[in-house]
């Protein structure tokens, strides 16, 4: 033990310079991507709600371009699709119930269907506008 705080002590100045920054370096690095599993909660939270913001101003300009009866037969497909994101991912997290994963399930499944049904909207909007 003794050699070893000789030799600690015996590097040059840039040497322990080097070897404090490489040190402060690694810990940083390990902060910077460690997440508690209340951050990757909240990650997935905003992630949500940008892809469902995307979705809502999807579904208002295809709203916008339909007529009368178009409008009435998206809008109760879109209940619908509402209906079946929140028990189709209710079922994907109840497996987690008591787990503090559930919420990060929950809001990733929630942010998947969202997006595919934007996608699916956006291939409306394409097909009116041609």
Same mark, same amino acid.
């Given at each position: 033990?003794?050699?070893?705080?000789?030799?600690?002590?015996?590097?040059?100045?840039?040497?322990?310079? !080097?070897?404090?920054? =490489? !040190?402060? +370096?690694?810990?940083?690095?390990?902060?910077?991507?460690? $997440?508690?599993?209340?951050?990757?909660?909240?990650?997935? &939270? =905003?992630?949500?709600?940008?892809?469902? #913001?995307?979705?809502?101003?999807?579904?208002?300009?295809?709203?916008? !371009?339909?007529?009368?009866?178009?409008?009435?037969? +998206?809008? $109760?497909? $879109?209940?619908?699709?509402?209906?079946?994101?929140? &028990?189709?991912?209710?079922?994907?997290?109840?497996?987690?119930? #008591?787990?503090?994963?559930?919420? !990060?399930?929950?809001?990733?499944?929630?942010?998947?269907?969202?997006?595919?049904?934007?996608?699916?909207?956006?291939?409306?909007?394409?097909?009116?506008? $041609?």
């Amino acid at each position: 033990m003794l050699e070893r705080i000789d030799i600690i002590n015996n590097f040059n100045s840039p040497m322990k310079k !080097l070897l404090l920054s =490489l !040190l402060f +370096l690694v810990f940083t690095v390990s902060a910077a991507t460690a $997440q508690t599993q209340l951050e990757m909660n909240e990650k997935a &939270s =905003l992630d949500y709600k940008k892809a469902d #913001g995307e979705l809502n101003k999807t579904y208002k300009k295809l709203v916008s !371009l339909l007529d009368k009866n178009e409008k009435v037969l +998206l809008i $109760q497909a $879109q209940k619908d699709w509402i209906k079946f994101r929140d &028990s189709h991912c209710k079922f994907e997290a109840d497996p987690y119930t #008591g787990g503090s994963i559930k919420p !990060l399930i929950w809001l990733t499944c929630l942010e998947e269907i969202t997006k595919e049904r934007t996608k699916h909207l956006k291939e409306s909007l394409n097909n009116i506008n $041609q």
